[in-house]
Each structure stands twice: as structure tokens, then as C-alpha cells.
């Protein structure tokens, strides 16, 4: 039975016995023959190749030089060092020792031709092989194993003579017992169709690669399973919900109908109209919507909410949509109290500072029906708040709200799970967005409304400081508005705040008639609303801030953002900052400022900004710059612990796994077929780590 020696414990290996099984187990979580397979190498050491001295550079990983050795020596007094001089054709390299000198010393022989196995590295202002690892050259033809796996160890371990080596050799007698025929769990007609090759051959040769093209397909194998079964857990949680939940039917476009053709204020865009038409499919079908409005800053998402409540509150339901601050809560409601009003529709807000007897009053009315649409924030989920029949859920910018927060809103409708619509301006690349809300149906609105004239970016120089105040000077005279963002550097809020005063003073050195707003995450939540609102109606014309106002605000007439010390913000920050600008019809501008030195990274970022105002693009150079845990957050990072996938890498390979998920749960959502008992064992086993 083969899947008994998977599961035997690590004991019973050659090698092992309890004392290192309790070791590994506690060090590395390896209890099975099958968790020490699993236990996969980070890199492999080629020794396929021979490089010549010549082309050494500090920059390149393991090399292998083959020459011979001269000018051995013990150098140095106190600590002492041994050096030796290893010559090809091409060149000669210093080889250094400092530890077991007398042993090694009596193990070289001069002249005699080598194999050397090390990492270049400067020492002493020179290229040097620090400790490199020879073999004489009559030796290195009966190495048969010319690609080494290097495995991550424990100092614990290799105090028990556990390091790579040591497991090396564990995962070398394990694998002479591998049974000649291992169970696979993917079934064949997905390896054909993806070219992936046996379980046997991959485990042989991830380990123990025969060669490089060997080793990429097992690579492969191994990447394209943890990826096949993360997407077949998602798209499966989306099966069941979609069995589970009934949804309530809408389907009465009357309403949608009577605003198309008198209140809307401008032509959909394609991508809009596609997403009404896939929210409206949703809504219609029987079945809960759970979707994800994707759209870059600007892209219009809020129209598309508004259509998608109309077709609600055509056959009877309401809506509540959340917003993450007050600040915007309030502009959704003031731009949609228009839209509402023209189709005689009664749009409330709530938020903590609504009055309580307003509260009670608009509760009353949320009670009866007669209040149909409800803009808020979290205050909308308390308990108080009880609809006659919630249909629709909308959640804006949802990164700020947890998952527990979204489940309570739809837990509002006690005979339906209401539809649930989660408008999102951060452009996730594919990739992730596949990973992470890949239980999520997804629309894009992947193009700009018409007339929109794309932001200007420039880079600038504290140098050129003047000559930018000057510039925003012009704006203001030509009646704009204008932002002027400072970072959060420090790791003290006190010196952050500082920081931010110290820039409004020079602001208000440079514009002293010019009235000009502040606002920083000390204050309080009302005057930091003053303040917006002042600023909102032109009242003030700077708006001197940190990244408060980041999400989602609104002032058509602002034309220029100003980005103190950009290189100190992430991409994605400073992307939805751009994006604060530009919302009118009027020419926009980004300015970003940075110190004359920015490192490699920095600039990246800086160049990127400058090149594209594609929300998706830069999403994706920042995922390759910061990889995927970063850019989701920490908290939901741990959906992530890929073992070998690399989501920035492995894009592809995710869209292969992707649509092997989907055949496979589309002909057989309960994996019920024989083909996938071996599928859904696995699932069975791995489910519950996987689910965000
Ligand atoms: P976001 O996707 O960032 O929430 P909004 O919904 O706030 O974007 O829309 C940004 C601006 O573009 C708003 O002022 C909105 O009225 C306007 N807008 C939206 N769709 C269109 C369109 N199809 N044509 C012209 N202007 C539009
Ligand atoms: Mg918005």
C-alpha cells in the first residue's frame, strides 16, 4: 500500500531513529516519509558546469573551476589563515581557509589538478573562494549526481549532523524505498493535456535532479499541484455557496430603465456597461452574487453600483453600502443623493456621529421599507440596524474591512443571503487576484471614461523645490486646487507630525494668502471632516496632508498632487495618491519629489509612476519588486504559504492550474468520479489551510 509508506513515521528511516525524529519534528514539522519529501530544496548547487577563473565575479552564485593548485601557505599571526593559488588557462584565484588549516594543508597536493566547489566573494579587495570544497579530478568522474539539492536546516539540526548534507542523505534512502509505482492524485487526463510528468519521476528529481530539463519539469509539477489545489479549494467554496445560498431574484429593470434614459449624466463605457450586465445576470439567476467590482481610480465604479441597486430596488429590496471612513461615506452619499432624487428613491447615510433621534427616526423607516437605500460605515453592521429586506450589499474599497465584517453585513436578511458587491480601486494583478478572491467572480472596468485626460507625472528634485511652488501657484491663480503629501517616515507618530508641521509651515511661508487645510491622523475624526469639507467646497485651495486621504476622496477641482519624498511610498500608495487628481476634465499633474540619491528600488518605483498611469501594470511591477505578502498586507498573507509557486514568477503556471480547477470541478463539483478520489483526498487533507 503506498500511501501506508507515505504516511510511516519518520522514525522507521535509515538514519533517523527517535532522538533526530523528535529533532525534526520539532525543528522543521517533518513527522511522515511524506513530510520529509515535502521538504523541498531551496536551491541546487550545478555541478554540471565549469566556469573559468577569468569570468569570475563577485555577483555569480556556486561555481565549479577546475585547475591546479600552487603557493599553499599559512598566513598571518595569532588567527591564522591558509591561502592557495588555483590556476586555469585563463587565470588564477586565491582559495582561503581559516578553520581546520592543519588538516586541509595535509590533504592538498601541490600541482595536482582539482575540482573546485565555491562562492566567489571578495575578500581583501580581491575575488577569493572562501572554504571551497575539492575534489581531485580522478574522484569527480565517479560523482554521479552532478545538480546538489540544498535544503534549509536548523542550527539545532546541524549540531545533530542535520545539515543539507545530513538530510540530503535522509531524502537519498528514502527515495531508494520509493515504491516503483507511486498513486497519483491528478488525474491523467490533466497530465496529458499539461504535460506533467509521474509523481515518481517528479519526487526522484526534485531531489536528485539527472539533469536541468528534469529538474524544471518536476519544478513544475510541484508548483502547478500547490497551485491546482488552492484554485479547486476556491472554486469549490464557490460551488457550495452557490448551492448553499439561494439568492433573491431581481430582475425588474423598470427603475434602471426610467434613470438610463433621463438621469444618467454621461455615456456608460463599455466596461461598465459589461459589468452592470454581469452584476445584473448575478442578480437575476437565483443564485447568491458574490462578485468583486474591480476598477482603477476613476474608472467610474460608482455609476455601476448605483445601476446594480436600481435593478434591486426595481423588484422590492434595498441596499446598504459600506464605505470604510465617514469622509467617504458622505461623498458617496451626496453623489448618489442626486442620482436617487431623480428617480424618487430615499437614500439615507449613517455613520457614529449621525444624531440619535435622526437615527431612530431613519431606522424606523429601514424597518418598514420605506427608507430604501443606506450609505454608511461600519456603523451599518451594528445590531440595531435591521432592514425589511436587504438585497443588496455593497462594500467600497473592501482591503479596510475583514472578512467577519463583510459576513455580518450579509447576515441582514434573515430569508435570503443578500447579494454582496465589493467595489475595489487597488488593481490586484491577475495573479493574485486569482489566489486570493479566486471564490469571488470578478468584473473589470479596464477602461477610462471618455475625455478623461491622463495625469502628468514628473519627477523633480528637492532642487527644483521653487520652481514646483512656483507651479502650484499658477494653479491656484487659475482657480485649482492642490494636495501636498508628506510621508510617514519615522517610526514615531511624534516625529511624523512634526514632520507634517514643519511642512505646513513652509507651505504657508511660501503662500501666505492662500488659505490652506490640514489634516494628519491625530486629530479627531470630526475635525479631520471640517477640515475635508472645507477643502471639498474650495474654501481652502492646499491641502497640506499624510496619506489620510489616500482612499477614495473626491475634489474635482483639485489639478496638481505634490508628493513629498516619494521614494519613501510604496507603488500602490502612490498610484491611488495620483489618483486623488485628475477626476476632472481639466490637464492634471503628480509631482514627485525626491532626494538626488534614491537606491535601485526607488527608482524603479519612480520611473514606473512616470511611465504609465495603468493601475494593473504598476500593480505588477510592484508585486515583482515586493513580492505577494507585502502587498496584500500581513494579515492575509498567510493565504499564501506557498511552498515553491512564486506568484510573481509563476503566473502562467497559476492560469494553467486555474483551468485544470475549473474542468475539473465544472464535470464533477463533488469529486465524486473515481478519476478524482485522488483529488479530493488530498483536498480532503490540505482543505482547511487554504481558505482565506
Ligand atoms: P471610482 O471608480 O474611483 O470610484 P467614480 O465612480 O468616483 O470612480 O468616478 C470618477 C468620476 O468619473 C466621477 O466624477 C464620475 O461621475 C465620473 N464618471 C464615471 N463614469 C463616467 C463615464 N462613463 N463618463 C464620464 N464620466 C464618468
Ligand atoms: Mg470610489
Redesign the pocket.
Known sequence: MVSIFFQTKIEFLRGVGPSKAALLQQELQIETFDDLLQHLPFRYEDRTQLHTIATLREDLPYVQLRGSIHCIKSVGTGRKRLTASLKDQTGEVKLVWFRKIQWIRGQLQPDATYVVFGKPTVYRGQVCLIHPELTTTAHQQALSQPILPVYHTTEKLKAHHLDSKGISKLQQNLLRRLPPSVAEAVPEYLRQRHKIIGKRGALLNIHFPESHERLQQARFRFKFEELFYIQLRLLQLRQVRLEKYVGEVFNELSLLKQFYHSGL?????QA?KRAVREIYQDLQSGNQMNRLLQ???????????FLSMLIVLGSGGQVAMMAPTEILAEQHYR?LQRFADSVDIRIAMLTGSTKPSERSELLAALGQGSLQILIGTHALISDVVAFKNLGLAII?EQHRFGVAQRAKLSQKNQSYMPHVLI?T?TPIPRTLAMTLYGDLDVSV?DTM????KPVRTLHCYDAQRLRVLRFVREQIAQGRQAYMIYPLIEESEQLDYKNLLDGYESICRAFPTIPISMIHSKMRPADKDHEMQRFVKGETKIMVSTTVIEV?I?V?NATVVVIENAEYFGLAQLHQLR?RVG??SEQAYCILMTDHKLNEKSRTRIDTMVRTNDGFRIADVDLQLRGPGDLIGVQQSGVLGLKIADLSKDGEILQAAREAAKQVIYQDPALIKPEHAGVKAKLDTIGSHTHP
Open positions: 449624466p454621461f455615456g456608460l463605457t461598465q476598477g482603477d481610480v476613476g474608472s467610474g465604479k460608482t455609476i455601476v453600483a453623489g467600497d467595489m480601486a472596468i471614461p471618455v475625455g478623461r477614495g473626491d474635482l489618483g477626476r476632472g
